[in-house]
C-alpha cells in the first residue's frame, strides 16, 4: 500500500528575528504560503504534521484552515541545531556536507539531524500507512531526507534549492520503501 507524503519546506522566514524556534514568515512568505494552500487542494491529504518552528506551522496554516486539518507539530521534525547564528552560511554548509559528523559547539551534525528526522517519518509512515500527508519543514532537515534515500543527493543539491521557500517534495513510499522522490517548485 502506498502512502505519499509532500513535505513542505516553509515560505520565506523573516530573517530580522534571529531565533530559529519563533522566526515568522516575512510578508512574501505569508503571501507564499497561499500557494501552498492552493497546491494542496486537490491531493486529498489526511492528516499535516509539522516542525514545531513558527514558520513551518504558519506555511501550512492557511491549508490547515481550508481543509480543517489540524497541524500536529512534531519536535523531530525540527531543522538542524546549528549551534548559533552562521554569518557564513555558505562556509559552514561546505564543511557540514563534507562531513556529517562535522557540527559546531552545541550544534548538531547533519547526521544527527537526518537520523533523527528519519525516525520521526518511519514513525508517521507506520502510523499512516496508505494515507497522504503533508510536512511542514526545513531545508537542511529535508535535504538529510532526501540523502537518505537518495544519497547522490549533496551539497549541491542543497545549493540548488537553498533559495527555494516555499518547496515541495513528494515522496512516495511502500512500506518504509521510498519508490518516487519528486521535486515541485510553487512560486
Known amino acids: 500500500m502506498e502512502t505519499t507524503i509532500y513535505f513542505v519546506r516553509h515560505a520565506q522566514r523573516d530573517f530580522s528575528i534571529k531565533e530559529d524556534r519563533i522566526s515568522p514568515l516575512s510578508d512574501k ?3 507564499d504560503s497561499k500557494a501552498v494552500r492552493e ?14 518552528y ?4 504558519e506555511t501550512l496554516k492557511p491549508f490547515s484552515l481550508y ?6 507539530p512534531v519536535e523531530d521534525f525540527r531543522e538542524r541545531n546549528i549551534g548559533g547564528w552562521v554569518e557564513d552560511f555558505n562556509a559552514h554548509s561546505t564543511k557540514e556536507w563534507s562531513d556529517f559528523s562535522y557540527k559546531n559547539e552545541n550544534g548538531e551534525s547533519l547526521y544527527e539531524t537526518q537520523k533523527r528526522n528519519i525516525s520521526a517519518l518511519k514513525a508517521v509512515i507506520q502510523e499512516n500507512t496508505g494515507k497522504n500527508i503533508a510536512i511542514g519543514t526545513h531545508g537542511t532537515a529535508l535535504s538529510t531526507i532526501i540523502n537518505y534515500y537518495n544519497p547522490t543527493f549533496l551539497q549541491r543539491d542543497f545549493k540548488r534549492i537553498v533559495d527555494k521557500t516555499p518547496f515541495i517534495v ?13 521535486e515541485i517548485c510553487i512560486v
Open 67 to 72: 481543509s480543517g486539518l489540524d497541524i500536529n
Open 29 to 31: 512568505g505569508k503571501k
Open 39 to 52: 497546491y494542496l487542494k486537490d491531493k486529498e491529504i489526511d492528516i499535516l504534521y509539522s516542525s514545531p
Open 54 to 57: 513558527l514558520r513551518a506551522v
Open 170 to 182: 513528494k515522496m512516495i513510499f511502500e512500506g518504509e520503501k521510498c519508490v518516487q522522490i519528486q
